[in-house]
């Protein structure tokens, strides 16, 4: 419910809603409507009709393609990550792709709205290839500017580091948005390869440790 709260669209001020949601709630538009029932005598408002503002929709949808390493110290991110596809591909506001790697990589953007259907196909163990994730990715990509990839990984890089940072510089100049999340350990502590998150940064990869209620508050500024 809070990631439905802070993903939902911006209050309309100037129009009014019959959907009876509390944060919605117009204070002054209700004191307006029902000034007429004021009950001289008790010295009091009768309130007799409710006002809630209307929230505006997002018309069209972002792609979200959340990108999950499944290397053997990547258990709870990986719990989290399926987690929160689940979240955004019931949310009108999205199309969620869902990939997992490690030296290989495992497409499930069609369980991305089953939580339990990815757990139960993630194969956790092996070695690690980040950028040849990366460059799968980037075929998904349909329109550059309406796109987020979301890479969760320690930035442990098996292979070529070089390769990685040039999938990563490729899509930043596509204008694609960009985060690296940061593995978390079952304390929610970040633990990640600090040296090679910054390569990335510099290319044009925001790096942060969020907990999923966080991503979705980021995502909210993104597409904002």
Same mark, same amino acid.
């Given at each position: 419910?809070?990631?439905?709260?802070?993903?939902?669209?911006? !209050?309309?001020?100037?129009?009014?809603?019959?959907?009876?949601?509390?944060?919605?709630?117009?204070?002054?538009?209700?004191?307006?409507?029902?000034?007429?029932?004021?009950?001289?005598?008790?010295?009091?408002?009768?309130? #007799?009709?409710?006002?809630?503002?209307?929230?505006?929709?997002?018309?069209?949808?972002?792609?979200?393609?959340?990108?999950?390493?499944?290397?053997?110290?990547?258990?709870?991110?990986?719990?989290?990550?399926?987690?929160?596809?689940?979240?955004?591909?019931?949310?009108?506001?999205?199309?969620?792709?869902?990939?997992?790697? =490690?030296?290989?990589?495992? =497409?499930?953007? #069609?369980?991305?709205?089953?939580?339990?259907?990815?757990?139960? +196909?993630?194969?956790?163990?092996?070695?690690?290839?980040?950028?040849?994730?990366?460059?799968?990715?980037? +075929?998904?990509?349909?329109?550059?500017?309406?796109?987020?990839?979301?890479?969760?990984?320690?930035?442990?890089?098996?292979?070529?580091?070089?390769?990685?940072?040039?999938?990563?510089?490729? !899509?930043?100049?596509?204008?694609?948005?960009?985060?690296?999340?940061?593995?978390?350990?079952?304390?929610?502590?970040?633990?990640?390869?600090?040296?090679?998150?910054?390569?990335?940064?510099?290319?044009?990869?925001?790096?942060?440790?969020?907990?999923?209620?966080?991503?979705?508050?980021?995502?909210?500024?993104?597409?904002?």
């Amino acid at each position: 419910a809070e990631v439905r709260q802070a993903l939902s669209g911006r !209050l309309n001020r100037n129009r009014h809603s019959p959907m009876a949601v509390a944060q919605n709630f117009d204070a002054r538009g209700t004191l307006r409507a029902n000034l007429k029932h004021y009950d001289t005598e008790r010295a009091r408002l009768v309130v #007799e009709q409710i006002k809630f503002f209307e929230r505006n929709s997002r018309r069209l949808p972002w792609d979200i393609i959340l990108c999950v390493d499944q290397s053997g110290s990547m258990v709870d991110s990986v719990i989290h990550s399926a987690v929160m596809a689940g979240i955004f591909a019931a949310l009108p506001a999205f199309r969620v792709k869902l990939v997992l790697f =490690d030296t290989s990589i495992v =497409d499930l953007s #069609e369980h991305a709205d089953d939580p339990v259907e990815v757990l139960m +196909q993630a194969q956790l163990g092996g070695g690690t290839d980040i950028g040849k994730a990366v460059r799968y990715c980037s +075929q998904l990509v349909e329109v550059p500017h309406r796109t987020v990839l979301v890479l969760v990984t320690d930035f442990c890089e098996g292979a070529a580091p070089s390769e990685l940072v040039r999938a990563v510089r490729q !899509l930043a100049e596509a204008r694609v948005r960009m985060l690296g999340l940061a593995a978390l350990d079952g304390n929610a502590h970040p633990v990640y390869d600090r040296q090679m998150a910054e390569r990335l940064a510099a290319c044009g990869m925001e790096i942060a440790a969020l907990t999923p209620q966080r991503l979705a508050q980021w995502l909210v500024k993104v597409i904002s």
